[in-house]
């Protein structure tokens, strides 16, 4: 059908590369852009841009931050730094914090350990973790990681790696209001805050 039209075709194949986009919808965003005026595209491509020159990582727990080497996060003076709740993706970091209730800090790590997809142990933010820890006088480290084989994996990982230092503080997870293959992003707040209220030892 869009043989003869090489240019949207070039658009359809990039919006293909989407995640989280669904096959049914590639078209209607690809014919949204098309019948957008040009200002609104170019406005829409800039702030992409923008994106792409502006927002970085926090040098302390990978989070997003804008102009600054630390986010609004670890740059709190009224939150716990000796509690650390280590979280998959950033999007897991905003679901805690708009669930409410937890007033520590957090670890990014990046992803979750997937040998099937060649994600190992040196493409997540892991390393930085245990030196952060080490230099660190913590009273409890959350593995909040995702009720999924690789989300349980990457804890157990984690938890292997720190087990000899439980003396020093403690290892907790989340409680088990987080349903089993479920991801943080799309639960409820109450769960959320049931789950990190109620959090038990490893």
Known sequence: ??????????????????????????????????????????????????????????????????GESLCSICR??????????????????????????????????????????????NDLNLYSLFKRISNLDIEELILATNATPEGEATASFIYSKLEHLRDRFKITRLASGVPIGSSLEYMDKVTIYKAISGRQPF
């Open 1 to 66: 059908m869009f043989e003869q039209l090489p240019t949207f075709q070039k658009l359809l194949r990039q919006l293909q590369q989407l995640p989280y986009l669904a096959s049914k919808n590639i078209y209607k965003v690809a014919f949204y852009f098309l019948n957008s005026d040009r200002k609104k595209v170019e406005q829409f491509c800039q702030v992409l841009l923008d994106v792409k020159d502006r927002i970085g990582r926090c040098h302390h727990c990978f989070n997003l931050t804008e």
């Open 76 to 121: 709190d003076e009224k939150r716990n730094k000796k509690i650390i709740c280590v979280v998959e993706n950033w999007y897991d970091l905003f679901a805690i914090e708009k669930a409410g209730g937890y007033d520590g800090v957090y670890h990014v790590l990046g992803g979750v350990l997937s040998p099937l997809e060649g994600i190992g142990e």
